[in-house]
């Protein structure tokens, strides 16, 4: 028997979604996805662009301390894409770290540590040496090679090019020492 005005409540299953609800979630998904992948692909490319301004700037140091003091100057290039501003200190010393205005060596940068996902993929000098090389500017800033020695070595007769992960590249002139 049931009482006048009352309702009678049957049990409910635990709720689920329709099918327009299902549908509107899927949507927003979809749209926000389209919308963050090309900005990963901005954020790597802007990654590349900063690793080679990054590396210009270190090859512009050596090539103004060179013009500055009268000493050969240039940018190390090791393994793993650590770069070191290294200079001849007196005629016939070995190459070395560049000493600072305080007395303390020039520091080591390694480009993936600041540019994640950035490598220098390969260097080529201008005489065609490649690897772990070192690109030498002369005291009147044009590049030349040198011997890990520090004596001089062969005429360049072609550009230096520096080629990044993703094919961004810088090129150093052969003829000017200008970092493109």
Do not use: H
């Amino acid at each position: 028997m049931t009482l006048p005005g009352a309702t009678i409540r049957f049990p409910r299953g635990p709720r689920a979604f329709t099918l327009v609800e299902l549908m509107t979630v899927v949507l927003i998904v979809g749209i926000l996805a389209a919308t963050a992948i090309p900005a990963f692909g901005t954020l790597s490319s802007s990654r590349r662009a900063a690793a080679a301004k990054e590396v210009a700037r270190f090859l512009l140091v050596a090539r103004s301390c060179a013009l500055a003091s009268g000493r050969p100057t240039g940018v190390k290039f090791d393994a793993g894409s650590a770069l070191t501003i290294v200079n001849i200190p007196t005629p016939g010393a070995p190459p070395g770290a560049m000493i600072d205005p305080l007395g303390q060596p020039e520091p080591t940068i390694a480009l993936p540590g600041l540019f994640n996902g950035v490598n220098v993929e390969s260097v080529v000098l201008g005489d065609s040496t490649s690897g772990n090389v070192t690109l030498w500017f002369a005291y009147d800033g044009t590049p030349q090679t040198r011997t890990s020695s520090g004596t001089l070595g062969s005429a360049w007769v072609k550009d230096a090019t520096i080629t990044f992960t993703g094919n961004a590249t810088l090129t150093v002139r052969r003829g000017s020492g200008l970092i493109e």
